[in-house]
């Protein structure tokens, strides 16, 4: 379903697969181009200037699949508007539901937006260890079910307040740094490297694209899955809370 | 409990809202004050429908109808009482329960917009794990019953507001559910589709047999398709009985709309206390259905009629006068 509804708006599907991060991609390498050209040395933290082209790349790539603002939009002006009648009245529930879609959707879109870093980083030589692709991957689809449930439970606070749309904007930001998007988190000093690496959210960006690109070792990915589990425990055990106590209060109208 | 399809017993539902007093002081003191306001939407409610019935369930707008029909179809929790249906509390929304109900809302889509209905259809066999084959067959039947198979491959949102609601009533019906809730079937809907949904509907109540609930501001769709009637008043359930002795105590009024081709001469008094002034061209008249015909014959007495026509009375008002029959307050 996810596929034939996405598919249906062809120009906002290629956007958002292709010229989307593609944009995001080129912003960071313009912003790294012009540090190294500033900077005194021909390397920052201990890496040069392809290492951290390829991290650009990647990030902006993996950092569209690890984001679900799209569907949490849907998801809240579903209860906000109240046409998630139509799911509660089904024998499905709303998180599988949207988590079906989400993932059709980055299904079909990874598939296309993949091939454009693959071609620019066998094109230009910059540093990515392509055998290590599929558990990057992995983990960042593994992370994307965590995007889901924050996705849920922040969707869940639309049965009491209306208008929560600014939680997914300031979310966002957050995660804009805590992923490693904006720069490699092991850029930032100690202790705070430490904490922000071990955090789930790492396991968006920088844990795959730093395994990708050797910054990092295997053992960060399963550290990362670990981080993630944890993480799905505890927001799933939050937003069951949250939405169980939201159908008490639900009108049918909307909130 | 009992063999009954559904049975209430106190069930009740209170509304919270806030209050908020007009004015840009207010607006922002509601940033750390607000008053909550509460609204029993609907009283503690206690009824029994066997299976196979169809029950019309009728009211003012905001009377608590669909609040009603809300709880029963597990959309929402109730404030206090219980209600089974098939044997289920319907807010705790099992899967077992789900798979045999459904509801149809007149005013919101539950099909997928950027879908065509046949997409929406195999999904919907898939949720509900329908055969595929027999859903195939299925919708064919239904929307050749219909007449809606030429748009069965055209997206949702392209469609009329008509064609729509026959993709939504097959949508609902697909699964054969054992307790369907119709809200609003035909609201917005002109007179054809109106009739071709009605007609459909009441076919396949007969066919299928399943139990109904309908609320309908349309006497039409209650009175062609209800066995019985539920009148519901500010949130309490004040008439339970037949269509047939609801339309009795109801005397049936029709608006008789007359435009003479010149004025009036004289008063003119009719049927009582009708009364047409002297001058007057154009008149409308409140008319009990059986005195129609006395009446148009009283009015070519008086002068050269140029336009004549008659309507139903609103439903609203029919209801509102049986209330005041009752000597219940709207």
Redesign the interface.
């Known amino acids: 379903m996810a596929i034939s509804a996405n598919v249906e708006y062809r120009l906002n599907y290629v956007i958002d697969a292709v010229v989307q991060p593609s944009m995001t991609a080129v912003i960071e390498l313009l912003l790294w181009l012009a540090l190294f050209q500033g900077a005194a040395g021909g390397t920052i933290g201990g890496f040069t200037l392809p290492y951290y082209l390829s991290y650009a790349l990647w990030g902006a790539f993996f950092a569209r699949i690890a984001s679900s603002w799209m569907y949490e939009f849907r998801m809240i002006e579903e209860i906000e508007s109240g046409s998630v009648n139509g799911l509660l009245v089904r024998p499905f529930s709303f998180y599988e539901y949207y988590f079906s879609q989400l993932m059709g959707y980055k299904f079909i879109t990874t598939f296309v937006s993949f091939l454009i870093p693959l071609g620019a980083t066998l094109l230009l030589d910059w540093p990515a260890q392509m055998d290590r692709l599929p558990l990057a991957t992995l983990l960042v689809f593994y992370y994307l079910i965590l995007v889901h449930s924050i996705s849920f439970l922040v969707s869940c606070c639309a049965f009491f307040w209306n208008r929560i749309h600014s939680f997914t904007v300031a979310k966002n930001l957050a995660f804009w740094i805590l992923t490693g998007e904006l720069v490699p988190l092991d850029l930032m000093p100690e202790p705070y490297r430490g904490w922000v690496i071990n955090l789930p959210f790492a396991s968006g960006v920088y844990v795959p694209v730093a395994y990708l690109t050797g910054r990092a070792e295997v053992s960060m990915v399963w550290n990362g899955f670990l981080s993630v589990t944890v993480g799905l425990i505890a927001v799933n055990a939050a937003g069951a809370l949250l939405w169980k106590k939201g159908l008490r209060s639900y009108v049918g109208t909307g909130a | 409990m009992s063999s009954d399809a559904i049975e209430t017993r106190g069930l009740s539902r209170v509304?919270?809202s806030y209050r908020k007093p007009e004015g840009v002081w207010n607006s922002l003191k509601g940033l750390w004050d607000r008053q909550t306001v509460e609204k029993t939407a609907l009283q503690p409610t206690t009824l029994r429908i066997a299976p196979g019935q169809i029950v019309g369930l009728v009211g003012a707008n905001g009377a608590g109808k669909?609040?009603l029909l809300?709880l029963l179809?597990?959309?929402?929790?109730p404030s206090h009482g219980d209600a089974l249906v098939l044997g289920h509390h319907p807010?705790k929304?099992e899967?077992a329960f789900?798979?045999r109900?459904?509801?149809l809302?007149g005013q919101?889509?539950?099909?997928?917009w950027?879908?065509a209905p046949l997409?929406s259809f195999a999904?919907?066999a898939r949720?509900?794990d329908l055969d595929l084959a027999a859903t195939r067959r299925r919708v064919q039947e239904l929307t050749k019953r219909l007449q809606c198979d030429h748009v069965v491959e055209t997206?949702l949102r392209r469609l009329s507001l008509g064609e729509r609601m026959k993709m939504e009533i097959i949508g609902a019906l697909l699964h054969s559910p054992d307790v369907l809730f119709l809200d609003e079937p035909t609201i917005g809907l002109d007179i054809v589709a109106q009739e071709s949904i009605r007609d459909f509907l009441a076919g396949y109540v007969r066919s299928r047999g399943p139990t109904v609930i309908l609320t309908s501001h349309y006497m039409d769709d209650i009175a062609q398709l209800a066995h019985s009637l539920l009148l519901i008043s500010k949130g309490a359930i004040v008439y339970e009985g037949t269509v047939q002795d609801f339309t009795r105590k109801t005397e049936s009024v029709q608006t008789l709309s007359v435009r003479f081709a010149e004025d009036l001469a004289a008063d003119v008094r009719l049927d009582g206390d009708l009364h047409l002034a002297k001058g007057g061209k154009e008149f409308h008249l409140k008319i009990p259905a059986d005195r129609l015909g006395p009446v148009i014959a009283e009015l070519s007495r008086h002068g050269s009629i140029q336009d004549l026509k008659t309507e139903e009375t609103d439903f609203e008002d029919v209801i509102k006068s049986f209330l005041a029959t009752e000597s219940r307050l709207l």
Not at chain 2, 73 to 77: A, E, V
């Open positions: 509304y919270k669909t609040t809300k179809s597990g959309l929402i929790t807010w929304r899967s789900l798979k109900v459904s509801i809302l919101k889509n539950q099909l997928w950027d879908l997409d999904l919907l949720i509900y997206q």
